[in-house]
């Protein structure tokens, strides 16, 4: 089945001529048809268009012009990715309407080795949420369990891997948006170092904060992805060129050679299934001959209030320009230019980008900076140091993902600060600014996906790689049955 296969094996079939880009694009285009309805991964698709990019590739494979040995290959996009001619509405009702003029920087990298864009994916309202609830679009449905949230922010970008509605996805992560959804769709979610990746074409929510990165069946496909879209932007003044680039090609490290962290502060309040899923598999890589080491990452408690006081600062400055004059949605309801601001945005805005906007607004204001904002800054500072010294002792550092499994539809949604409190184990990656991948390692006893988390120092995302690849090898992938 042609849905089933990674980009990879994918690849290997376009070079041996044995199934044509078109026949790719066609056999994922009757897949979303079929149940996009029930999963509502998908929010815009253009099946013309990705059928006549498909034909231009077959032509040019069969001309022996391929621009890459995946040319042809389709791959889903979240839709605060800027796409050129494709809506990209953020989730939200204020750019329901906002067809980008331009390429983000990682489409443009991704079209040059000819990858397609095969559709625009559901995800949280700017952003903005744990679950894939906010999203003006409803929610995105877990292929493992369609009564179960697939995560957010890039719930969709998940969901449609975990479906094989797509071969691999770019999603966005600024607290865990990547690896939450790919730990609750048992899918590898990759969250590169900030900065390795241009920023440019990406809607902003929290700038410092905010990452691209793939989603994808394995190590292998993230990894290629992760090199493909990689680079220094003169368009992003954030974006650097590291001098040691990602390898397409991953060899798994030899686990006997690896120092691997394990913070104590990570297991705390964690499920019973989901602690004894990591233990089991710490458990294994100490037995074939890793030096499993106790790290203690102390500033761990104040990674939540940190996070959400710097994250709601910068979403508040940069969603100010929504103001329904240059672009977004304008109200029709107004008579003057303050009614104009006002209902543009309580129209177009929901109810947790409002809250989040008011949290930062309130965060920078005259009086509160010093007390909230400003010591929030000190935190992360601290944070950073934290990891600095962790990494002082060991390569990489092994942890649970999320405190539990998938939680059911509408369960937390009435509960900001619980949601908000299922973050803690992946925002602290966002502060520091470190590399961190997701990796499915088993089910729970409902079935469910439970992921494991590795991090690595700045810029390592060789090593996280190669010891998430030595630990993928010995896991059996995890499926869904739609049919």
Do not use: W
């Amino acid at each position: 089945m042609i849905t089933s296969k990674s980009v990879k094996q994918l690849s290997d079939l376009l070079n041996k001529k044995e199934i044509s880009a078109v026949e790719i694009a066609n056999a994922y285009i009757d897949r979303i048809n079929k149940h996009n309805k029930t999963i509502n991964a998908y929010i815009t698709v253009n099946p013309e268009k990705l059928l006549i990019n498909a034909s231009e590739s077959d032509k040019r494979r069969a001309n022996g012009n391929e621009l890459s040995e995946f040319d042809g290959i389709p791959i889903a996009i979240k839709d605060n990715i800027c796409t050129k001619g494709l809506k990209t509405s953020c989730a939200s009702k204020i750019l329901g309407d906002f067809v980008p003029p331009y390429n983000a920087t990682v489409i443009e990298k991704l079209e040059q080795k000819g990858l397609l864009v095969l559709g625009k994916l559901n995800m949280d309202e700017f952003a903005m949420g744990s679950t894939n609830e906010t999203s003006c679009y409803g929610p995105v449905k877990n292929p493992h369990n369609i009564e179960h949230v697939p995560g957010g922010s890039s719930g969709g970008s998940a969901a449609a891997v975990a479906a094989h509605m797509a071969p691999a996805a770019l999603g966005s992560d600024t607290g865990g948006s990547i690896r939450q959804p790919a730990s609750f769709c048992g899918v590898t979610g990759m969250k590169p170092t900030y900065g390795r990746v241009s920023r440019y074409g990406l809607v902003a929510f929290a700038s410092s904060l905010d990452q691209i990165g793939p989603l994808a069946r394995n190590i292998d496909d993230a990894a290629l992805l992760t090199s493909i879209i990689s680079g220094k932007d003169t368009r992003d003044s954030t974006s650097v060129d590291p001098g040691n680039e990602i390898s397409e090609t991953i060899v798994a490290r030899d686990i006997k050679t690896v120092r691997i962290g394990v913070p104590e502060e990570y297991f705390e309040g964690v499920s019973d299934e989901t602690k004894h899923a990591l233990s089991k598999k710490i458990n294994e890589l100490d037995s074939t001959g890793a030096q499993i080491v106790p790290i203690s990452l102390k500033m761990t408690e104040y990674a939540v209030p940190a996070y959400y006081l710097i994250a709601t600062a910068e979403a508040s400055s940069n969603l100010a320009r929504y103001d329904g004059v240059k672009y977004g949605r304008r109200s029709e309801n107004a008579s003057t230019l303050d009614e104009l601001y006002k209902l543009s945005r309580s129209e177009g805005f929901g109810a947790e980008v409002k809250r989040r906007i008011i949290l930062g607004t309130y965060s920078l204001s005259s009086g509160y900076y010093d007390a909230y904002y400003l010591k929030a800054l000190k935190t992360r500072t601290c944070i950073i140091n934290d990891f600095k010294r962790a990494f002082d002792k060991v390569d990489i550092i092994a942890a649970p993902v999320v405190p539990t499994t998938a939680f059911r539809l509408g369960e937390n949604v009435s509960n900001p600060l619980e949601m908000y409190l299922s973050d803690i184990l992946t925002i602290s990656a966002n502060l520091a600014a470190i590399p961190s991948i997701s990796i499915p390692i088993a089910k729970d006893s409902k079935g469910l996906p439970i992921g494991m988390q590795l991090m690595g120092t700045h810029f390592d995302e060789k090593t996280v790689f190669e010891v998430g690849k030595a630990i993928e090898k010995d896991i059996t992938p995890l499926t869904v049955n739609l049919d």
